[in-house]
């Protein structure tokens, strides 16, 4: 690649003329091709038959004068909402031979493998009873998928704070194997845990009677393969970063090595080592996959500036560019910049922000700072751009400190919303120990922290025109059945749980359109009137291309 960044035009309803734009895009074109193959799809909504688009839009325009995005963390749909009433595929409907899983070399597993490190490796309290389940606790357990519990059969809690999972861009798509699903357990490093789901959600979990209340997507997909990172920044721009001469910068040890001589291959090269089977341990790779060979970043990388994972020794408002961890600024359009050009206000929340920034991202407990914020930098995907610089107007205006903890007194998410100060478009991400990431947070006060920030927006003076999404960046490494849908080159990934909240939203519907997560993009698009980032038109195209559908934007889910 050269170092010339390309440009990138307000909007792309095409694919983009010239070679060097064409290539810097890279697989949002067609020929990058999809992984997966068609799930269960419908037909994207339409106005009744008795009125126009505009007429509809109009109507639109009316009810709708807010949008809030709630941005949790890593959950696969079948690991919340596996039996939920009215869903396309039930988990318990699912026939024996959709579920198994194989090992690397295609055989069918006779179990599934010890879960690596252990369900909860560290000791916790959880109502007033301690859980560490080890590696050896849980073991032989049949090629299925099987509801979390503690090695004497009792559940789960949500409130335990189990291992982390791998969640990859490579890994990802392994496991989704063409949308058989079946290499979940042989490409995951968790062994067994993959296939895990909570069983009693419907008494334990307040996302399930909101979902009861309003309306639940099953057929919500996310926007790329692998994790958070990727899908944050396909969140706001629906495409990947890029990093051009990456080879000749010191991120050049995270350039993955691939099999073959295609750079959009998906298989990685397995180091030496790298034990043969799902049975022996998980597998082992010859390189680091943050960057593909064609320089796009897929895994994490941090942001150029501060809050980051480095801080430069010349200034402290940015991260250390010798470090093969940051990745360099980006300059693309974002859906933050769509809705300035439309004149719409509109803001970032991030939990923990402010103490980050001072450097005290993961406090401890104490009375001035409750919980633990565990700020995660590359959960902040517009810091990684030009235009919201430190010193930029736009981010002094824009990317907001969501403030910490679970009150309005605190949270200043919260304050703001109480208060009736929400921007027209807001989108906030809570801070770590409250996002229902596994390895450092746990569903239940996810959960919790979600159901009171819809308590609260339904008491707001705001309320009546507002609608709330709430979904997850990624499946966190979680097995779900369902296929994603054909796409381009970084996605759509696997399945997650996503809920429209809202006056207008239809109640106690389960709304299975295709969407995934640039359907938030599209409905903030057709609401506000804004310039369609090109990722969005790439991503129709080639899903339309592949025999399928283009995602939907949301509307389905409306009652106006």
């Known amino acids: 690649m050269t170092g010339k960044r390309p440009e990138v035009p307000p909007a792309a309803p095409e694919l983009p003329p010239d070679p060097e734009r064409r290539r810097v895009l890279g697989g949002l074109a067609l020929a990058g091709a999809a992984l997966a193959v068609g799930g269960c799809q419908s037909v994207p909504p339409a106005p009744r038959a008795?009125?126009?688009?505009?007429?509809?839009?109009?109507?639109l325009r009316e009810?709708?004068?807010?949008?809030?995005?709630?941005?949790?963390?890593?959950?696969?749909?079948?690991?919340?909402?596996?039996?939920f009433p009215g869903v396309q595929r039930p988990l318990s409907a699912l026939r024996p031979e959709d579920c198994l899983q194989r090992d690397r070399d295609g055989r069918v597993l006779d179990v599934l493998p010890p879960i690596w490190g252990g369900l909860v490796p560290h000791e916790q309290t959880v109502?007033?009873?301690?859980?560490?389940?080890?590696?050896?606790?849980?073991?032989?357990?049949?090629?299925?998928?099987?509801?979390?519990?503690?090695?004497?059969?009792?559940?789960?809690?949500?409130?335990?704070?189990?291992?982390d999972l791998t969640h990859r861009f490579y890994a990802n798509q392994l496991q989704i194997n063409g949308g058989r699903n079946d290499g979940f357990v042989a490409w995951g490093d968790s062994g067994a845990m993959v296939m895990g789901y909570y069983a009693d959600n419907a008494v334990n979990l307040r996302l399930w009677q909101l979902a009861r209340q309003y309306t639940l997507c099953d057929n919500f997909f996310m926007g790329a393969f692998g994790g958070s990172f990727l899908n944050h920044q396909y969140l706001v721009a629906a495409q990947p970063p890029v990093f051009p001469d990456a080879d000749r910068s010191p991120a050049k040890m995270q350039i993955a090595q691939v099999e073959g001589d295609d750079p959009a291959g998906i298989r990685l090269k397995l180091a030496d080592d790298s034990p043969k089977s799902a049975m022996q341990g998980p597998p082992k790779y010859a390189s680091r996959t943050a960057l593909t060979p064609d320089f796009f970043a897929v895994d994490t990388m941090g942001p150029p500036y501060a809050p980051g994972f480095t801080t430069d020794?010349?200034?402290?408002?940015?991260?250390?560019?010798?470090?093969?961890?940051?990745?360099?600024?980006?300059?693309?359009?974002?859906?933050?910049?769509?809705?300035?050009?439309?004149?719409?206000?509109?803001?970032?929340?991030?939990?923990?922000?402010?103490?980050?920034?001072?450097?005290?991202?993961?406090?401890?407990?104490?009375?001035?700072?409750?919980?633990?914020?565990?700020?995660?930098?590359?959960?902040?995907?517009?810091?990684?751009?030009?235009?919201?610089?430190?010193?930029?107007?736009?981010?002094?205006?824009?990317?907001?400190?969501?403030?910490?903890?679970?009150?309005?007194?605190?949270n200043r998410f919260l304050a703001d919303l109480a208060a009736g100060r929400l921007p027209t478009v807001a989108f906030?991400?809570?801070?770590?120990?409250?996002?229902m990431h596994a390895g450092y947070a746990d569903v239940d006060a996810g959960d919790r922290h979600i159901a009171a920030i819809v308590d609260a927006l339904q008491r707001s003076p705001q309320w009546p025109h507002t609608l709330v999404i709430i979904t997850v960046d990624e499946n966190g490494g979680w097995w779900d059945p369902v296929a994603p849908p054909k796409g381009d080159r970084w996605g759509p990934g696997t399945r997650v749980p996503a809920l429209i909240v809202s006056p207008?939203?239809?109640?106690?519907?389960?709304?299975?359109?295709?969407?995934?997560?640039?359907?938030?993009?599209?409905f903030l698009t057709r609401r506000f009137g804004l310039a369609k980032l090109p990722g969005l038109a790439l991503r129709e195209?080639?899903?339309?291309?592949?025999?399928?559908?283009?995602?939907?934007?949301?509307?389905?889910?409306?009652?106006?």
Not at 72 to 83: K, T, V
Not at 149 to 163: A, F, I, M
Not at 331 to 355: C, F, K, M, P
């Open 504 to 522: 207008h939203a239809k109640k106690g519907f389960v709304d299975h359109t295709v969407y995934d997560t640039g359907s938030i993009l599209r």
């Open 428 to 435: 906030y991400k809570p801070q770590g120990d409250l996002n």
């Open 541 to 560: 195209q080639a899903m339309r291309a592949a025999g399928g559908v283009a995602p939907g934007d949301l509307t389905a889910a409306l009652e106006l």
């Open 313 to 410: 020794p010349a200034d402290p408002r940015r991260a250390d560019p010798a470090s093969p961890t940051t990745l360099v600024a980006q300059q693309h359009r974002t859906i933050g910049d769509a809705l300035s050009e439309r004149g719409v206000d509109w803001a970032w929340y991030a939990g923990g922000w402010q103490l980050a920034l001072e450097g005290r991202g993961d406090v401890g407990v104490s009375a001035d700072f409750p919980g633990r914020p565990n700020f995660q930098p590359h959960h902040q995907p517009l810091n990684y751009f030009t235009q919201f610089a430190p010193g930029s107007a736009a981010r002094e205006r824009h990317l907001r400190d969501g403030g910490v903890g679970e009150t309005a007194q605190t």
């Open 127 to 163: 109502r007033h009873r301690r859980y560490k389940i080890g590696e050896h606790d849980l073991t032989g357990l049949a090629n299925r998928p099987w509801p979390l519990r503690t090695p004497d059969g009792e559940p789960l809690p949500q409130g335990v704070v189990t291992r």
């Open 50 to 59: 008795d009125e126009s688009d505009a007429a509809f839009d109009a109507r």
């Open 63 to 83: 009810a709708i004068r807010h949008v809030v995005v709630i941005y949790a963390e890593n959950r696969s749909f079948n690991n919340l909402f596996a039996d």
